[in-house]
């Protein structure tokens, strides 16, 4: 197999984000330029919701979390800061809006939510020490600077993201992709009112013409180099978007991935080949529907 070891964090970037916004006009501007509704947020609420460019192209991902005494934090655990403070101030006119980053100060982790946990946020010290947005994940705000952390933590964190089949910054959360094709469409509002990125999305819902759903993947040998093409008889059928080493003792030489591939390929049962070694398992993953239609 032509492929080598590789840091599950080499496509995307390394660091977390607790971005704390103040004033007035804060929700209505995260409403205005996000997919989600978040106009009837109250202090210990939480939502995902995503920033899209004007073709519905994946740019940001983040947490919204209300806190006791009014302050919103934007939260995430695979992407610093400051691209995505910077971002949201760009939006910023004369809107009532100051944006600080924190995320020299804490840093986020995520973990799986246990079943039917509730959305919400836990507060510590004041500001949000565990928030739930009901997408399977838990973000845990830890205080301090983020530890340094080793080859083997990074690749742990990116078994565990991928085990748990969620979409991360700079591997499935980027401007290659839309949300719907890597099993984000539930963080999309379509009945909220316009914002960025809303008449491309509209279209791919209205057309049923999204073309491309995320799969859990694996194989056996060295983890691939990720982003790499997946084929199926020597056509592209799509893209491996995240690889980790998977071994137990029991089995040696095992990896796992997240790939964006076609539909009509995905869902036939063909045999994909990445690096020209056929994939053991495919597990499509779910596609959950936009919000705000029938």
């Keep these: 197999m032509d492929s080598a070891p590789t840091d599950e964090t080499a496509a995307g970037v ?12 804060v ?3 995260l409403h205005r330029i996000s997919t989600q509704a978040l106009l009837d947020l109250a ?76 959305p919400g946020v836990v507060e510590r010290d004041g500001g949000p020490g565990r928030v739930t947005a009901g997408d399977g994940a838990t973000l845990i705000v ?12 990074w690749a742990e964190r990116g078994r565990r993201r991928i085990r748990m089949g969620r979409a991360g910054h700079g591997h499935e959360i980027a401007e290659e992709f839309n949300p719907f094709e890597v099993g984000l469409g ?11 990125g809303q008449e491309a999305l509209q279209r791919l819902v209205t057309y049923d013409s999204v ?8 194989g056996r040998g060295l983890a691939p180099v990720a982003p790499a093409d ?36 995905a869902e036939s049962g063909r045999a994909l080949v990445v690096y020209g070694q056929r994939l053991d398992a495919l597990n499509l993953l779910p596609m959950p529907r936009a919000l705000g239609r029938p």
């Design 14 to 25: 390394e660091g977390s984000a607790a971005l704390e916004l103040r004033g007035a006009d």
């Design 27 to 29: 929700l209505p501007l």
């Design 43 to 118: 202090p210990g609420d939480a939502r995902a919701t995503l920033f899209c460019d004007f073709r519905g192209r994946l740019l940001h991902r983040a947490v919204v979390a209300i806190a006791r005494d009014g302050a919103v934090w934007l939260l995430r655990d695979d992407a610093p800061g400051a691209p995505l403070a910077a971002f949201v101030g760009r939006h910023v006119f004369r809107e009532d809006v100051k944006i600080a980053d924190r995320s020299g100060e804490q840093w986020v982790e995520a973990v799986e939510s246990p079943p039917d946990t509730a």
């Design 142 to 153: 830890h205080p301090g600077p983020a530890p340094e952390h080793t080859p083997e933590a």
């Design 186 to 196: 539930g963080d999309v509002h379509l009945d909220k009112g316009c914002f960025t």
């Design 211 to 218: 073309r491309r759903r995320l799969a859990r993947v694996a």
């Design 230 to 265: 997946v084929t199926c008889d020597g056509e592209r059928a799509g893209v491996l978007t995240s690889a980790a080493e998977d071994a137990t003792i029991e089995e040696p030489g095992l990896w796992i991935g997240l790939a964006v591939l076609k539909r009509e390929i």
